[in-house]
């Protein structure tokens, strides 16, 4: 048997006991199952509007789920926190899409680096290393897009909002309203909290839970004067438009940055993939040249240690360039 065949054994046999640990530590347990039966026992004799409207939206999203989905959540820890992830892209993407995108794309990463030559060891570690980074890092893009234009539009909402106010609309017709007239990210939410208010939140139940759904401190702020006003009174419609003259000078006060340091973000760009760029060419110009940095030991540890320091000086870069307002 040669020696590569018995590192692919071996390496097969660690992933295997890996999936098994995983597996066993995700499980839910008795515990969680008891608690699942208390509730729906709650949920089934309650007469409280709060316990029956939690049903009703947990009924809504177990709707959404495939048996696919279901198949998988038992197998991937945090499956709640990734579930969170996957509705902030605004997809109609499950936890069944995101395991078989880890999956396919580890296999195909995989067979690319076999077909070119890698050790199969070389192979299973950059397989599984892009199949789990690359499906997080999409989702991080299509998380971080969505956020943007959020934010961008949000304001307008507001003034949307602010108008109605003024021409003697409650809060709810005019949240209703502003989800049906603006159109994007920041309608489709506004619409969510209608829709959770007609089957029995309260507003501000509703607010809050697409606060932390959404994750972004515009929206948190929102929801913060409406609080403090309905606790406090006062003119809510002038309240709400200096907010959005807020959120627009906070917008303007990031894109000048991002403009201020979009140089240096591209001197960083640059530099950090010339090695990168340079490794590509000469090994598709001479494989033989570059064949030893594969399977000699000692290049090995000195190409880990030449990623290790680049990554930590991309990572003090990032946070040099990157300010919160």
Known sequence: MSRDLIILILGGAVFLSLAMLVMVFSSDGGDKKGETRLRKLRERHSDSKNVKAEAKMRQILAARETKLDSVFAGFMPRKDALRVRLQKTGKSWGVAHYAIATIATAAMMMASLFAAGAPPYIASAGGILVGLALPHVVVNFLIKKRLKNFNSNFPDAIELLTRGLRSGLPVGESVSVVGQEIPGVVGEEFRRVSDK?????????????????????????????????????????????????????????????????????????????????????????????????????????????????????????????????
């Open 197 to 325: 208010v007609r089957i029995g939140r309260t507003m501000d139940q509703a607010l809050q839970e697409t606060a932390d759904r959404i994750g972004t401190p515009e929206f948190q702020f929102f929801v913060i004067t409406l609080a403090i006003q309905r606790e406090t009174g006062g003119n809510l419609a002038e309240t709400l438009s200096n907010l959005a003259d807020v959120l627009r000078k906070r917008h303007q006060m990031k894109l000048k940055i991002k403009a201020m340091s979009s140089e240096s973000k591209a001197s960083a760009y640059i530099v950090g993939s010339l090695p990168f760029i340079v490794f590509a060419m000469i090994y598709a110009m001479d494989p033989t040249y570059l064949g030893s940095f594969f399977v000699d030991p000692r290049l090995m540890i000195i190409g880990a240690g030449g990623l290790t320091w680049m990554s930590i000086g991309a990572f003090i870069m990032a946070k040099m360039v990157s300010f919160e307002i």
